[in-house]
């Protein structure tokens, strides 16, 4: 029977991830109402935290767009890029990790994107090699950024093993960057230049290709919204308040002494405010303070792209890992009892397992909240888990995520493309040096630091 369910919950993830958008959340609700009304599973809670973090922060990040605070930081990314045009390869993937961690969603590298495209076409340097490292570098950094949804799943399954988000962020932060800078000397000469590419020689000789070519406008001197500078300032000092008090949960208020005091959601038995009700409060209210100091209105934030993206991933999350979790729930000790020697053995496989869930998933996230705590039952480490975190960023491997897609479509020389067989695209390899360093480098980080 078991087997049965697992083949609903894969085919369910795999329909969802070819609709793309929500197609995971409403794949993942009717793989649910299979398990509760065909097997008789009992439903696990849903992932609220999450879901709400997730709300949260894309909410923020959706202020600052709207108060042209995003236009703002593209355009300096756009001087240093554009200054230092012989080093794209290396700033492109960097300043897309560092917008990515900043900002705690990978949607954020559409802006930076045709820059990177446009900075490397003009210097005649083959852009699939800094265009497919800034893809894998805006996923490692979802891995690293305090106010990810990614790391907030990651807190809320590490919430009673004593470790918090100064750990995670700790061994993320080197780990992932090790893992860029590996996975960026794997491309530093891959490929043919583009004076030597026949396929781009090819298209140069349309006339109307080559002028299309130059001619992109250069933004670099538009004028700043009003407002987008402080949106900027706001946002900043609500990444450092949540870095702060992930780091010192002594900062946190404590209402265990108050007489009337109940437990709840957002506060823990012992009276402790909870990091993830935190990073909630903290990030809703820059939003309301971007509104009220930095010239804009909640009706442009709602319109703003990252909130629609907020919507897709919330519901995405929502539906399949509710019913990820409540198969695993379900069948957690024939589970546990098939992997627990292969993982007591072999505890590396536990990341492959995280690697695979995560190509099917298309969230960081999604992975995270799913497995993780399997892996504590299975007799993990925490400090081990958060060493193989960056496991979960297997998104490249099926060309389907939407930043993989822009990214091609960003590259007009044609170089950075999905192959005849599919599975041999522009990011698979620097996509697995990338992550399979990553890995190696947060294992023995975590090692000494943990």
Same mark, same amino acid.
């Given at each position: ?59 923020? *990040? ?11 930081? $593209? ?117 043919? /230049?583009?004076?030597?590419?026949? /396929?781009?020689? /090819?298209?140069?000789?349309?006339? *109307? ?22 949106? $900027? $300032? ?5 990444? *450092?308040?949540? $870095? ?207």
């Amino acid at each position: 029977m078991i087997f049965l369910q697992l083949a609903v919950v894969l085919v369910c993830i795999f329909i969802g991830a070819r609709m793309s958008g929500i197609g995971l959340g409403v794949m993942g609700m009717i793989g649910l109402l299979v398990m509760i009304f065909g097997f008789g599973l009992v439903p696990s809670d849903p992932p609220l935290e999450v879901m709400l973090i997730i709300m949260s922060v894309v909410t923020a *990040a959706a202020a600052l767009q709207a108060a042209g605070g995003m236009d703002y930081l $593209v355009k300096i990314a756009g001087q240093i890029l554009r200054s230092n045009p012989r080093q794209i390869t290396i700033l492109g993937p960097l300043i897309t990790y560092a917008f990515v961690l900043f900002a705690g969603t990978a949607h954020i590298s559409y802006s930076i994107m045709p820059i990177i495209a446009e900075v490397s076409i003009k210097n005649r340097i083959r852009p699939e090699r800094a265009m497919s490292m800034s893809v894998i570098g805006a996923y490692m950094a979802i891995t690293a950024s305090p106010v990810s949804a990614a790391a907030a799943a990651m807190l809320t399954v590490l919430a009673a093993t004593g470790l918090g988000l100064f750990d995670i962020l700790m061994v993320a932060i080197p780990a992932t960057l090790i893992g860029l800078f590996a996975g960026i000397l794997f491309v530093w000469k891959r490929g043919k /230049e583009l004076s030597e590419d026949p /396929e781009f020689l /090819e298209r140069m000789k349309d006339p *109307a290709f080559a002028k299309n070519l130059e001619g992109k406008k250069d933004a670099a001197d538009a004028e700043d919204a009003p407002g987008a500078v402080k949106s $900027v $300032v706001i946002f900043s000092l609500a990444v *450092a308040s949540v $870095v702060i008090f992930g780091s010192f949960p002594q900062f946190l208020p404590d209402f265990g002494n108050r007489p009337d005091f109940n437990p709840g959601f957002a506060v823990s038995e012992a009276g402790h405010l909870l990091m993830p009700s935190m990073i909630m409060i903290i990030m809703l209210a820059a939003t309301g303070l971007i509104i009220l100091f930095a010239n804009t209105s909640a009706g442009k934030v709602t319109k703003a792209s990252l909130f629609s993206s907020a919507g897709q991933a919330t519901i995405a999350v929502f539906g399949v890992v509710w019913m990820s979790s409540t198969f695993m729930d379900n069948n957690f000790e024939a589970i546990q009892n098939t992997l627990g020697e292969l993982v007591a053995s072999f505890p590396w496989s536990f990341a492959i397992a995280l690697f695979v869930l995560s190509m099917l998933l298309y969230s960081q996230a999604s992975t995270a909240k799913a497995l993780m705590p399997l892996g504590l039952a299975l007799g993990l480490p925490p400090a081990y888990l958060i060493g193989i975190f960056p496991a979960v960023n297997g998104h490249f491997f099926i060309p389907g995520y939407p930043t993989l897609l822009m990214a091609i479509e960003f590259d007009r020389t044609g170089t950075t493309r999905i192959g005849k067989y599919v599975l041999n695209h522009s990011f698979m390899l620097p996509g697995l040096v990338t992550t399979i360093v990553a890995v190696v480098a947060g294992l023995l980080l975590q090692s000494v630091l943990l």
